[in-house]
């Protein structure tokens, strides 16, 4: 999969791009990140990327001409590619259209903004807008660098085998369970006995009651409508022995709780 950012900022993304994950998958060679600085396709002597604002006010704007240019070079680049500029009024970025963009494996063209904002008119050569999140940043490269290292991970031989040990389907989107490792004991603090006991059925159980146990605390949000039923006492007629076992379990640790 092959990334081209749009960015007057390239050092920023080279140096991001050259750690850990991305970087062992571009050494590998499945995916390729290169840029292309609008500021190459200015045309006046100071290479000016913004002006200030028709309709007056503070601040100033991306100019159209340098970027759309930048765009169209990548187009010719990856003629296939999708164009994505990161800007805050963009959708949110999910796990879930993550995992779309991995499956589709379609090449993009990641366009970052900086000072106010782009010229409206740049959306034209624009196919969709994403946002990772509702906080002011200074620029769109570290958004876009969020995406690429979040699709990333989901490229087939990008993880290794240890971290991307498929999880279980009903886990998936949950937070994560607690996690230990040596020592057993950590000043006096000591390590929950079912995961030292080794029933890897029992272990698996815990986990699961402590992953929703924990995302219905913090996150309601993340849970299905199904999860959400199970926890609040909801059950479904038609369940197993076993699973209503696990549901009244996991209801009676939330209600010791509080
Ligand atoms: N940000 C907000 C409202 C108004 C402006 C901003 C803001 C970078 C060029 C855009 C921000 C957030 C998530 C890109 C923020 C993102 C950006 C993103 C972004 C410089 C103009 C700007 C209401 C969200 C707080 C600066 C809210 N995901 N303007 O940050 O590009 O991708």
Not at 62 to 85: G, H, M, N, T
Not at 174 to 191: K, M, S
Request: proline residues 5%; charged residues 25%.
């Amino acid at each position: 999969m092959k990334f081209i950012f749009i960015t007057i900022f390239p050092e920023q993304i080279e140096a991001a791009s050259d750690h850990s994950i991305l970087k062992r998958a571009k050494d590998a060679g499945i995916i390729e990140i290169s840029c292309i600085n609008p500021r190459d396709f200015t045309t006046d002597k100071h290479r000016s990327v913004d002006d200030s604002p028709f309709g007056g006010g503070a601040g100033m704007v991306f100019k159209p001409q340098p970027l759309v240019d930048a765009i169209r070079k990548a187009k010719e680049v990856l003629p296939y590619a999708k164009v994505i500029a990161l800007c805050p009024g963009g959708t949110t970025l999910k796990q879930s259209m993550v995992v779309n963009y991995a499956k589709n494996a379609q090449d993009m063209i990641l366009v970052c903004g900086h000072y106010e904002g782009f010229d409206e008119r740049i959306f034209n050569w624009v196919d969709e807008k994403l946002s990772i999140g509702d906080y002011v940043v200074t620029g769109g490269e570290l958004p876009a660098l969020v995406l690429v290292d979040a699709v990333s991970r989901f490229i087939p031989g990008v993880l290794g085998k240890a971290e991307s040990a498929a999880e279980d389907s009903f886990a998936t989107g949950l937070l994560e369970y607690p996690q230990y490792t040596r020592p057993e004991i950590f000043e006096g603090l000591q390590v929950p006995e079912v995961l030292r006991n080794g029933d890897h059925a029992k272990i698996a159980a815990w986990r699961l009651k402590k992953s929703l146990i924990a995302t219905y605390h913090l996150r309601k949000d993340l849970l299905t409508a199904e999860q959400l039923d199970m926890l609040e006492g909801r059950l479904h007629p038609k369940m197993s022995k076993t699973q209503r076992r696990f549901w009244e379990e996991v209801r009676s640790e939330l209600n010791e709780e509080h």
